[in-house]
């Protein structure tokens, strides 16, 4: 079993869509959960970043994490062609160095 | 957020050559930077973290003298594929963290991509 699994699509959505993407993992110990967005041919950008349960919200992006069931999620509302991107979640558990990614889910939002 | 560079965006070599990837943070100064590989459609892998003047960790199963790692400043990591073979072609992506060193925050580069003939 993968650490962090995340399916991964392709996600299609018209635009105004909101989105949910989601990410379960199995490592108790993380602490801090991050979304990042990928373009083609393009390194990951940070999105959003938490720290343990909870949800914090960046403008149209929503980030969840719910540590009892072990699920994190990621909500765009009014999603636009220019979302169209790979969204990877990872875990860190807050020591050493390693951030452990999902395997991404491809977004395509069309017009 | 922080930026990071990485230079170049793509390269193609013969097998048997070998290849530098640079990367540089801009805005701020990385003590420890990070070398992820990423093959189509899979999730980032990490092969190595790179520590401002010591040796390079390296990820079970990547092979240290392949994949050399140079952190020679606070704001360079060099990455060195030595005599690539086609089975090395991949997206080659380094990160840099800010912050606390517990808080996990990561700013990648624009990637390199290798192709190896």
């Known amino acids: 079993q993968k650490e962090v699994e995340q399916d991964p699509g392709p996600l299609s959505v018209p635009e105004g869509a909101i989105v949910s993407l989601n990410c379960t993992y199995s490592?108790?110990?993380?602490?801090?959960f991050m979304w990042y967005r990928q373009y083609s041919r393009k390194g990951p950008e940070l999105l959003m970043y938490?720290?343990?349960?909870g949800n914090k919200e960046d403008g149209r992006f929503t980030a969840q994490v719910d540590k009892s069931s072990k699920y994190i999620s990621l909500f765009i509302r009014d999603s636009q062609p220019s979302d169209s991107a790979t969204y990877l979640c990872?875990?860190?558990?807050?020591?050493?160095?390693?951030?452990?990614f999902g395997t991404g889910t491809q977004l395509k939002v069309e017009l | 957020g922080a930026v990071v560079s990485q230079h170049p965006s793509r390269v193609i070599c013969k097998s048997g050559t070998s290849v530098k990837i640079e990367c540089r943070s801009l805005?701020?100064?990385?003590?420890?930077m990070f070398w992820y590989r990423q093959f189509p459609k899979q999730s980032l892998m990490l092969m190595a973290t790179?520590?401002?003047?010591?040796?390079?960790?390296?990820e079970q199963g990547v092979e240290k003298d392949k994949f050399l790692i140079n952190h020679a400043s606070l704001t360079l990591s060099t990455l060195t594929v030595t005599s690539a073979h086609p089975e090395d072609s991949s997206f080659y992506i380094c990160?840099?963290?800010?912050?606390?060193?517990?808080?996990?925050?990561?700013?990648f580069g624009e990637g390199s991509r290798l192709t190896v003939l």
């Open positions: 805005d701020f100064q990385a003590t420890t």
């Open positions: 790179s520590n401002e003047g010591s040796k390079a960790t390296y």
């Open positions: 938490t720290y343990s349960s």
């Open positions: 990160s840099a963290k800010t912050g606390g060193a517990n808080t996990g925050e990561l700013f």
């Open positions: 990872a875990g860190f558990t807050g020591g050493g160095n390693k951030l452990t």
């Open positions: 490592n108790s110990a993380f602490q801090y």
